[in-house]
């Protein structure tokens, strides 16, 4: 009795001593980016993604730290090939990087059990966000490395790709890209058999980086809803990259959505700078040979990339993006189509941020934003993850069972 009225009494104190309740409660939203190309940072020689890192230093954006700051359950993350030669050789060596970054990837779960999760389906979105774990899913970003036999899409699938762009910057063996000269009037031969061969195992076509013409034929051969992973507004910034006000209805109609990238040379006019494109060009190029490095060389190394990147932005300054202009990107969409078909694919580790959000940890000031706009909280998971899964869980109904 006198047990449990001291207990009683030592409640109440704590209970007048702990902190208000917050205005707001937690978001009870799942929120996905549907485009991290985080994994290009993995194979790093001693990089950790448990650790918290910071753009500045070694040009990452994307961590679990900054992940749970920023309430970002997880996403789609990118098996992302650059475009090479259409030669037999090119198609080769893409094809093995794809393979290994596939790898990597599955490699982080592994490693880390306690804290990510590969998902397959909209469900399974839905069971990790619930254990609190880092939701991975996968995608192709450039279908390069499937070099001429698309059935090459069946062994990704099995290995969890859930989601497949076609092309990158350049025209290649399946389509036009936005970013180049139209080689085939919208997608190739080939690329209408990986088109199909996507809704026959239930993946999200995205169109992306696609030309005009293949986002047209997409939209058209598609059994089930596309998506645009990481792509902008054409009426806010005119840049081949972004979708025009009537293709992003087209893409709404169709049940899809734009998941708004916040790449500064698609949010605002960069003119050209040859010089600068060839320094950045050369010092990006040491990221990509890491491998043979010790953790503390790697480290070293990241560092004076950063460091160079910072002399170059002052050597040859170039117009910035700022958090206003993404969220004039994303207001145009919402007003456009709806909350129901407008998410965010940042294009995190690939090139996204702007000033005001230079990394993942920012994301709350998008929620805060837009509900000062008055969003409500239904529409904010739609948008923060529910229009993902919704596409993810109807190509997956579409999907032909043999
Ligand atoms: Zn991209």
Not at 70 to 78: P, Q, S
Not at 165 to 194: M, R, Y
Not at 264 to 276: K, S
């Amino acid at each position: 009795m006198r047990a449990s009225r001291r207990g009683f009494l030592v409640n109440a104190a704590a209970a007048c001593l702990a902190p208000p309740a917050l205005a707001r409660p937690e978001p009870h939203w799942i929120a996905l980016d549907t485009h991290l190309d985080t994994p290009a940072n993995l194979a790093r020689p001693g990089w950790d993604i448990l650790q918290r890192h910071s753009f500045a230093t070694d040009l990452t954006q994307v961590d679990v730290p900054r992940m749970r700051k920023g309430g970002l359950n997880g996403g789609f993350w990118a098996v992302y090939t650059p475009q090479g030669p259409l030669t037999p050789e090119g198609k080769m060596a893409a094809r093995d990087a794809a393979l290994l970054r596939a790898a990597e990837i599955r490699e982080m779960v592994a490693a880390h059990p306690a804290v990510f999760e590969l998902a397959f389906t909209a469900e399974d979105a839905q069971r990790i966000a619930a254990k609190g774990k880092i939701i991975v899913f996968q995608s192709i970003e450039n279908s390069y490395p499937l070099g001429d036999d698309v059935t090459l899409l069946r062994g990704f699938y099995k290995l969890g790709v859930r989601m497949v762009g076609p092309v990158h910057f350049k025209v290649n063996q399946f389509g036009d890209s936005a970013t180049d000269k139209p080689q085939w009037n919208g997608l190739s031969p080939q690329g209408k058999d990986l088109a199909a061969l996507a809704n026959e195992l239930g993946m999200v076509l995205d169109a992306s980086h696609a030309s005009d013409g293949v986002f047209d034929q997409l939209i058209a051969l598609s059994a089930a809803p596309i998506i645009c992973s990481h792509s902008g507004c054409r009426a806010i910034h005119d840049h081949p990259r972004n979708l025009d006000d009537a293709r992003i209805k087209t893409l709404a109609a169709k049940g899809g959505t734009i998941q708004i990238n916040s790449y500064n040379g698609y949010l605002i006019d960069e003119p050209p700078n040859p010089d600068r494109a060839k320094a950045r060009g050369a010092l990006y190029d040491t990221l990509e040979h890491l491998d043979a490095m010790t953790p503390k060389q790697a480290a070293a190394a990241v560092r004076a990339v950063a460091q160079g990147m910072a002399a170059l932005d002052r050597k040859y300054p170039v117009p910035r993006a700022t958090f206003d202009t993404f969220m004039q990107h994303v207001t145009h969409a919402l007003d456009l189509v709806g909350p129901d078909h407008v998410g965010v694919g940042a294009d995190w580790d690939g090139g996204g941020g702007v000033v005001g959000m230079e990394d993942v940890a920012a994301l709350p000031r998008i929620t805060e934003r837009l509900v000062k706009l008055g969003y409500n909280d239904a529409q904010l998971a739609q948008f923060w993850g529910g229009n993902a899964l919704r596409v993810l869980k109807a190509a997956h109904d579409a999907r032909k069972v043999t």
